[in-house]
């Protein structure tokens, strides 16, 4: 069955970068586009931005200029990288597989477990 | 952004209850509408796709209905296991945007 893993520190300085890394399982990556969506503590789900198997993305306009995310077919795993964080930048963070049943319309349908990730000195 | 909006926030019904969930778009988003289903502590889970799509694996009391910027989701015959939050979120513009969430709590 497919499965998403999030890897990466669960405590990263302010001004610094956060570096994420999922790994999936039971499924080729080259497949699917994937996709990172964050959840800051008791509030609602905010999508961070989209890879596809060739290496081409797609990042939300509020984080655009600090996000970069990139793919790894040889390893099945796709990464985030976040910088310059701030303490608004704390959450967890979620890794995903997203689908559609017309191009860019996607839902996500495969989840990782979460990480948190807290922004302090 | 398109804003989604959900009504009621929190909800409290009793086992076997029939239970519906609101989400309404800023602007048109055609079919465009998903429902998410997070248990405490757990990642969501896609319930509903594409407004009415029950995706595979999901228990048949769950479904959703309409189109344009109103939704509707409905739980048939409420379940102790149901206890979660549920989500929408629209996948017609870029960036896709969730609701602030609805609390389903058991009376």
């Known amino acids: 069955q497919v499965q998403l893993q999030e890897s990466g520190p669960g405590l990263v300085k302010p001004s610094e970068t956060l570096s994420l890394t999922c790994t999936v399982s039971?499924?080729?990556?080259?497949?699917?586009?994937w996709t990172w969506i964050r959840q800051p503590p008791g509030k609602r789900l905010e999508w961070i931005g989209y890879?596809?198997?060739?290496?081409?993305?797609n990042y939300n306009p509020s984080l655009n200029s600090r996000v970069t995310i990139s793919i790894d077919t040889s390893k099945n795993q796709f990464s985030l990288k976040l910088s310059s964080v701030t303490a608004a930048d704390s959450a967890v963070y979620y890794c995903?597989?997203?689908?559609?049943?017309?191009?860019?319309?996607?839902?996500?349908?495969?989840w990782g477990q979460g990480s948190l990730v807290t922004v302090s000195s | 952004d398109i804003q989604m909006t959900q009504s009621p926030s929190s909800l409290s019904a009793s086992v076997g209850d029939r239970v519906t969930i609101t989400c309404q778009a800023s602007q048109d988003i055609s079919k465009y509408l998903n429902w998410y289903q997070q248990k405490a502590g757990k990642a969501p889970k896609l319930l509903i796709y594409?407004?009415?799509n029950l995706e595979t694996g999901v228990p048949s009391r769950f479904s959703g209905s309409g189109s344009g910027t109103d939704f509707t989701f409905t739980i048939s015959s409420l379940q102790p296991e149901d206890i979660a939050t549920y989500y929408c979120q629209q996948c017609d513009v870029l960036p896709t945007t969730f609701g602030q969430g609805t609390k389903l709590e058991i009376k």
């Open positions: 995903a597989r997203a689908r559609a049943t017309r191009p860019y319309h996607y839902f996500f349908d495969k």
């Open positions: 039971g499924v080729a990556i080259s497949s699917y586009y």
């Open positions: 594409d407004a009415s």
């Open positions: 890879v596809s198997s060739s290496g081409g993305t």
